[in-house]
């Protein structure tokens, strides 16, 4: 009657084909080691006898028939060879049953380590992406900086040359004003409302112009009403400029109207005695 395997012996072979990817040189010396094993095994059963109790074999004390003894003599050095072997054996198998729950356990490990290692992987690449980012602001930031530098510089440099523009400006100003003060002999002054030498200036020399302004206005008219008397011969010219030419001539006019008046006034004179001489 031929033996089936146990099992335990087919737990062991799938056992086996499970670990043998994870282990190879432990599922070699298993591989090795299952035949042998196997035989003892089976031999173990078929030599397993059933055991009475103990009272029954004491009442009855039947004895055992010799075919039994001879055949039980027989088995008796296979019993021995399989007493021989190695309680190692034993062990590794309980041991390698005993993988199975470790692989269960490491491959729950292993899946969770899995899944760790993609949750680590994703916020790799968050974090990869948000230092990205951050580089290309910092980058953006730096050149903000730099613009803003180049601008600011910009900024004072322009500052300084209208400080010195205004400067100038000022002393140009001034220097109109001390020139009025010169010729019209007035001089103007400020009671400070701004607190800015360039404004001030400015006022003083607008003073300056309306004065200027009105003292031509009135020479202007003057001139006009005298020019007939000293230029009777002469145009009355409508430019101030050409006015004023006139009596800026290099003869006096006023000393000719004086020579000529007196050169009337001699002549009158001698017609008046004339005429007495001639009366008397």
Same mark, same amino acid.
């Given at each position: 009657?031929?033996? !089936?395997? #146990?099992?335990? /012996?087919?737990?062991? *072979?799938?056992?086996?084909?499970?670990?043998?990817?994870?282990?190879?040189?432990?599922?070699?010396?298993?591989?090795?080691?299952?035949?042998?094993? %196997?035989?003892?095994?089976?031999?173990?059963?078929?030599?397993?006898?059933?055991?009475?109790?103990?009272?029954?074999?004491?009442?009855?004390?039947?004895?055992?028939?010799?075919?039994?003894?001879?055949?039980?003599?027989?088995? @008796?050095?296979?019993? +021995?060879?399989?007493?021989?072997?190695?309680?190692?054996?034993?062990?590794?198998? #309980? $041991?390698?049953?005993?993988?199975?729950?470790? !692989?269960? &356990? /490491?491959?729950?490990?292993?899946?969770?380590? $899995?899944?760790?290692?993609?949750?680590?992987?994703?916020?790799?690449? &968050? #974090?990869?992406? +948000?230092?990205?980012?951050?580089?290309?602001?910092? *980058?953006?930031?730096?050149?903000?900086?730099?613009?803003?530098?180049?601008?600011?510089?910009?900024?004072?440099?322009?500052?300084?040359?209208?400080?010195?523009?205004?400067? +100038?400006?000022?002393?140009?100003?001034?220097?109109?004003?001390?020139?009025?003060?010169?010729?019209?002999?007035?001089?103007?002054?400020?009671?400070? @409302?701004?607190?800015?030498? /360039?404004?001030?200036?400015?006022?003083?020399?607008?003073?300056?112009?309306?004065?200027?302004?009105?003292?031509?206005?009135?020479? %202007?008219? =003057?001139?006009?009403?005298?020019?007939?008397?000293?230029?009777?011969?002469?145009? $009355?010219? @409508?430019?101030?400029?050409?006015? &004023?030419?006139?009596?800026? =001539?290099?003869?006096?006019?006023?000393?000719?109207?004086?020579? *000529?008046?007196?050169?009337?006034?001699?002549?009158?004179?001698?017609?008046?005695? *004339?005429?007495?001489?001639?009366?008397?």
């Amino acid at each position: 009657m031929p033996s !089936t395997p #146990s099992p335990r /012996l087919a737990l062991l *072979a799938q056992l086996t084909k499970e670990k043998k990817r994870r282990n190879p040189q432990l599922m070699g010396q298993l591989l090795r080691a299952l035949p042998t094993c %196997w035989f003892f095994l089976k031999n173990i059963v078929l030599m397993r006898k059933p055991r009475l109790p103990r009272s029954i074999t004491e009442k009855r004390q039947l004895p055992c028939p010799a075919p039994e003894r001879r055949s039980r003599r027989k088995l @008796e050095p296979g019993l +021995a060879a399989h007493k021989s072997l190695p309680l190692g054996m034993f062990n590794l198998g #309980s $041991q390698f049953i005993g993988f199975r729950n470790e !692989t269960a &356990t /490491l491959r729950d490990a292993l899946h969770r380590a $899995q899944e760790r290692a993609d949750a680590l992987e994703a916020k790799l690449k &968050t #974090s990869e992406i +948000a230092r990205r980012k951050a580089e290309k602001d910092a *980058a953006v930031v730096e050149g903000l900086r730099q613009r803003l530098k180049t601008v600011e510089d910009a900024m004072s440099d322009k500052e300084a040359q209208q400080v010195e523009r205004e400067n +100038a400006i000022v002393e140009h100003f001034e220097k109109q004003n001390r020139r009025f003060f010169r010729k019209m002999g007035e001089q103007y002054t400020l009671n400070q @409302e701004f607190d800015d030498r /360039l404004i001030d200036t400015l006022d003083i020399l607008e003073q300056n112009y309306d004065m200027a302004r009105t003292c031509i206005s009135s020479a %202007w008219a =003057a001139l006009k009403r005298v020019f007939p008397l000293f230029f009777p011969k002469d145009t $009355q010219p @409508e430019i101030f400029s050409q006015l &004023t030419q006139h009596f800026l =001539a290099k003869e006096d006019p006023v000393l000719a109207y004086r020579q *000529a008046s007196l050169k009337i006034g001699f002549k009158g004179t001698i017609a008046l005695v *004339a005429a007495r001489k001639l009366t008397g």
